[in-house]
Nanobody, 124 residues
């Protein structure tokens, strides 16, 4: 059975950092690009970052650019996202998703598998 399980969310003070982890099982992890998305109340889902399957190329959305790092460990079937200098506007549910693409990362609607999400709240 396929699973994507996010962890590492919680309450973070403004200016702090977070490290989110996505653990996968039930599919051939190394063949899938893995992405992080987030959705805040009343807002549309937003792509945060993605790491490809073949050459581990990394991509970042505007909100994550310059303060985030995504990495993957195919031996452990995990992907980590580190984000620094968090601000209240980073408050959202963060989801990981898996999808396939010939190169790079899939389009948002082409991700096949999604986790349940982990809440990140940035507040003092």
């Amino acid at each position: 059975q396929l699973h994507l399980v996010e962890s590492g969310g919680g309450l973070v003070q403004p200016g702090g950092s977070l490290r989110l982890s996505c653990a996968a099982s039930g599919f051939t992890f190394e063949n899938y690009a893995i992405a992080w998305f987030r959705q805040a109340p009343g807002k549309e889902r937003e792509g945060v970052s993605c790491i490809s399957s073949n050459d581990h190329s990394t991509y970042y959305g505007n909100s994550a650019m310059g303060r985030s790092t995504i990495s993957r460990d195919n031996a452990k079937n995990t992907v980590e996202l580190r984000m620094d200098n968090l601000q209240p506007e980073d408050t959202a549910i963060y989801y990981c998703a898996a999808g396939r693409a010939v190169t790079g990362c899939p389009r948002t609607n082409d991700y096949e598998y999604w986790g349940q999400g982990t809440q990140v709240t940035v507040s003092s």
